[in-house]
């Protein structure tokens, strides 16, 4: 079945670090790829997303870009702030039997330091 | 404004006392679930359903029931709830097959 590995948290940067968060994953076909962010005491928000591979999802400073040659979709932003600090969660939607469904990773907690 | 809300939003309640949580969306989405968060497991879909009166078990459907009766709104039914359903909540929707899906704000639900 299909399956997101991210990266361990939590992550701690200061304010203006640069940010990664790795994930990776195995689907079957061609999947969708999302980040969701989740901040303190809200539901989930749909960051940014990729449908085809090679493609760059960006929105608020962040990027990632669907790897398939590595199977990777991995966040990044330039300088981080302390409005950042969330909970970040990497998702894929595959076509399956039952219809296309979300499966998510286990969420990265970053806290940004001013 | 486009939106998936629920209700309610905070729940403290008993082991074995019967509880629903609902969930409506004004985007008029043929499709529609039911997460659960917890701590280092991300969110695992409990129910879905496809359309009115479709609806099939996601990943962690035990101790569950879900109905669909009509397009907007798709109620979370705890008939005996235990501790080990203390979680995090959400409701999540999408239109036919576009893979984005909204999420609701989440009920946070304490079982004792």
């Known amino acids: 079945g299909n399956s997101v590995t991210q990266m361990e948290g939590p992550v701690t940067l200061s304010e203006e670090a640069f940010l990664t968060i790795n994930c990776t994953y195995t689907a079957t076909g061609y999947p969708s790829l999302f980040w969701y962010v989740q901040y303190p005491g809200e539901g989930l928000q749909l960051l940014l997303k990729?449908?085809?591979?090679?493609d760059k999802g960006s929105n608020k400073g962040f990027e990632a870009t669907y790897r398939k040659e590595t199977t990777s979709f991995h966040l990044e932003k330039g300088s981080v702030q302390v409005s950042d600090s969330a909970v970040y969660f990497c998702?894929?939607?595959?076509?399956?039997?039952?219809?296309?469904?979300?499966?998510f990773g286990e969420g990265t907690q970053l806290t940004v330091n001013p | 404004e486009a939106q998936v809300t629920q209700n309610p939003r905070y729940l403290i309640t008993v082991t074995g006392k019967k509880l629903t949580v609902t969930c409506s969306q004004n985007m008029n989405h043929e499709y529609m679930s039911w997460y659960r968060q917890d701590p280092g497991l991300g969110l695992r879909q409990i129910y879905y359903?496809?359309?009115?009166?479709?609806?099939d078990k996601g990943d962690v459907p035990e101790g569950y029931k879900v109905s669909r009766k009509e397009k907007r709104n798709f109620p979370l039914i705890l008939e005996s709830p235990s501790p080990n359903q203390t979680s995090l909540y959400f409701c999540?929707?999408?239109?036919?097959?576009?893979?984005?899906?909204?999420f609701g704000p989440g009920t946070r639900l304490t079982v004792l």
């Open positions: 359903s496809m359309n009115v009166e479709v609806t």
């Open positions: 999540a929707s999408r239109r036919g097959e576009v893979r984005t899906q909204y």
């Open positions: 990729a449908t085809k591979a090679d």
């Open positions: 998702a894929l939607s595959g076509f399956e039997s039952s219809g296309s469904r979300l499966t």
